[in-house]
């Protein structure tokens, strides 16, 4: 008896949710292995805007346009983060709210691809290969444990054109409801990372792109324009005050946009983003990529928002900026995999591409495997200082774990600990011991710099926590120095 279309919907459903589950279970699973390593450079700002949200007693607009206290970040991951860090610390606490947010992701990455595969042809049956694709990679499962906003970022923004589609495109729909929901999206992406400006540009373009059915708006469904043009009004009071400096969720004022680039090397982060995600899958899918008038606004989208953070000097070594736009690059591989008649090809490919990305996940989210790694990487790939591979830091927070558990065991008690790190103006101070990554008993005296220490007492040590950030070749490996004599030798 031949099964009903229902059943076969039903059945696709399941499947695509039975991928979905394996890689929120496998994130978890990673996320459990790797929840005590210290969170490292971003992460620190975020542990500190909690401690200044908890000091405030959650009073956000005290808080989240404070530079002082937020920095150059936003406060929405560590709001987002507050009921984890109560939970389990301020360390963990911030993993576990990166490995729920990543599920976050994944939930809308299946609304997204749900939305948009009818304009690649592609189907719900496409979309486990679809989720596969954009997620089986380093950079997505890492994420999980990540201690960083970028997944969540990456779900608002996702999210925000499912919302903002429905509104130019579908005949029924509960217009209030999804005017509203697609407002909040933006505001809460811009409410999450800074970087969420970028969706006024995008979506302005993406709006002038389907003028046709704005206009067809205006004629057939008043009620629909005035509930997006009032969203627009609000989106851009939003933004607007906090440019002026009167909004007191969002810290907009912090642009480095001013800062030169070399595109080149951007050009090459791209190709090392490339290589680590689709790999051996976008040699396959190279001659069918290709694009319809239908997929075209999600290309132009795409180009956009890859050039706007080229030209941004952090992209070369933070390739987790580019995570929102997997999605938008897997629709095109896939609708290529699809067209290429040799299946044989794509079978091999795929395998390939299985073996290859599996041995990269385990290398940057699975200890044992990263100390293995790191025998026979060079630091450009493996935790080197700001390169391309940066972000994908594993093998710092091993050094820094192995170096707060050696300061622990060789400080007797009482100690004085001089911590010596200019990273965002104090950012770290006091995190890793309310973390109980380092012992409550040593007595920390925080400084920018050697300077700022003064007179260093004989029985004083000294630590310099972003020396173990960097590869052991990239930099001095005095990193901690017992005494005044040590010292006034470090600083000649």
Same mark, same amino acid.
């Not at 969420?196 to 003028?211: C, E």
């Not at 091999?348 to 990263?370: C, E, R």
């Not at 990273?423 to 770290?428: I, K, M, N, R, V």
């Not at 004083?460 to 005494?483: D, Q």
């Given at each position: 008896?031949?099964?009903?279309?229902?059943?076969?919907?039903?059945?696709?459903?399941?499947?695509?949710?039975?991928?979905?589950?394996?890689?929120?279970?496998?994130?978890?699973?990673?996320t459990a292995m790797n929840a005590n390593l210290p969170v490292l450079r971003n992460s620190l700002v975020y542990a500190r805007t909690v401690e200044n949200l908890e000091l405030h007693h959650l009073a956000l607009w005290q808080v989240c346009?404070?530079?002082?206290?937020?920095?150059?970040? &936003?406060?929405?991951? #560590? %709001? !987002? =983060?507050?009921? /984890?860090?109560?939970?389990?610390?301020?360390?963990?606490? +911030?993993?576990?709210?990166?490995?729920?947010?990543?599920?976050?992701?994944?939930?809308?990455?299946i609304a997204f691809f749900r939305r948009f595969n009818g304009a690649f042809g592609l189907t719900e049956k496409d979309l486990p290969l679809e989720l596969v694709v954009t997620c089986?990679?380093?950079?997505?499962?890492?994420?999980?444990?990540? &201690?960083?906003?970028? #997944? %969540? !970022? =990456?779900?608002? /923004?996702?999210?925000?054109?499912?919302?903002?589609?429905? +509104?130019?495109k579908d005949e029924v729909l509960k217009e209030t409801w999804t005017a509203v929901a697609y407002t909040l999206a933006v505001m809460l992406a811009v409410f999450v990372r800074?970087?969420?400006?970028?969706?006024?540009?995008?979506?302005?373009?993406?709006?002038?792109?389907?003028?046709r059915e704005v206009f067809a708006l205006v004629r057939r469904r008043p009620r629909r324009f005035s509930a997006l043009a009032a969203s627009a009004t609000v989106l851009?009071?939003?933004?607007?005050?906090?440019?002026?400096?009167?909004?007191?969720?969002?810290?907009?004022?912090?642009?480095?946009?001013?800062?030169?680039?070399?595109?080149?090397?951007?050009?090459?982060?791209?190709?090392?983003?490339?290589?680590?995600?689709?790999?051996?899958?976008?040699?396959?899918?190279?001659?069918?990529?290709?694009v319809t008038w239908e997929s075209a606004p999600l290309l132009l989208m795409l180009a956009a928002y890859v050039h706007v953070f080229m030209v941004y000097h952090g992209s070369s070594h933070n390739m987790r900026y580019y995570v929102p736009v997997l999605p938008l690059m897997a629709l095109f591989v896939v609708r290529a995999l699809r067209a290429v008649r040799a299946k044989s090809m794509?079978?091999?490919?795929?395998?390939?591409?299985?073996?290859?990305?599996?041995?990269?996940?385990?290398?940057?989210?699975?200890?044992?495997?990263?100390?293995?790694?790191a025998r026979v990487a060079s630091e450009k790939i493996n935790g080197g200082q700001l390169g391309y591979f940066d972000n994908l830091r594993l093998s710092s927070q091993l050094r820094m774990k192995a170096a707060l558990d050696r300061i622990n065991a060789l400080l007797p008690p009482g100690a004085s600990l001089n911590y010596v790190t200019s990273?965002?103006?104090?950012?770290?101070d006091g995190i890793y011991q309310a973390s109980g990554l380092l012992r409550p008993d040593i007595r920390i005296r925080?400084?920018?710099?050697?300077?700022?220490?003064?007179?260093?007492?004989?029985?004083?040590?000294?630590?310099?926590?972003?020396?173990?950030?960097?590869?052991?070749?990239?930099?001095?490996?005095?990193?901690?120095?017992?005494?005044?004599?040590?010292?006034?030798?470090?600083?000649?």
């Open positions: 008896m031949a099964s009903s279309p229902h059943s076969k919907t039903s059945w696709l459903a399941r499947r695509t949710y039975m991928v979905a589950s394996g890689f929120v279970l496998v994130g978890a699973l990673f346009a404070d530079p002082a206290q937020v920095h150059a970040q &936003a406060c929405g991951f #560590s %709001v !987002f =983060a507050v009921p /984890f860090v109560r939970l389990a610390g301020l360390n963990v606490g +911030l993993t576990l709210a990166s490995w729920m947010t990543t599920a976050l992701l994944i939930a809308a990455m089986f990679n380093p950079l997505v499962m890492t994420q999980f444990w990540s &201690a960083h906003p970028d #997944s %969540v !970022f =990456a779900a608002f /923004f996702l999210l925000s054109f499912v919302f903002l589609d429905r +509104l130019l800074p970087a969420g400006l970028i969706l006024y540009p995008l979506q302005a373009l993406y709006v002038f792109w389907h003028r851009a009071v939003w933004v607007g005050l906090g440019k002026l400096g009167h909004n007191p969720l969002v810290n907009l004022n912090q642009g480095e946009f001013n800062v030169p680039v070399p595109y080149l090397s951007t050009l090459g982060g791209m190709v090392a983003l490339l290589a680590i995600t689709f790999g051996v899958l976008l040699v396959v899918a190279a001659p069918r990529l290709s794509v079978a091999a490919g795929l395998a390939i591409f299985a073996v290859t990305n599996a041995a990269a996940i385990l290398v940057y989210d699975s200890a044992g495997a990263n100390r293995l790694f990273y965002y103006e104090g950012a770290a925080y400084a920018k710099n050697v300077g700022d220490l003064g007179p260093v007492t004989g029985d004083a040590w000294t630590f310099f926590p972003e020396r173990i950030g960097m590869h052991p070749s990239a930099g001095s490996s005095e990193w901690l120095v017992h005494g005044s004599v040590a010292f006034s030798q470090l600083r000649k």
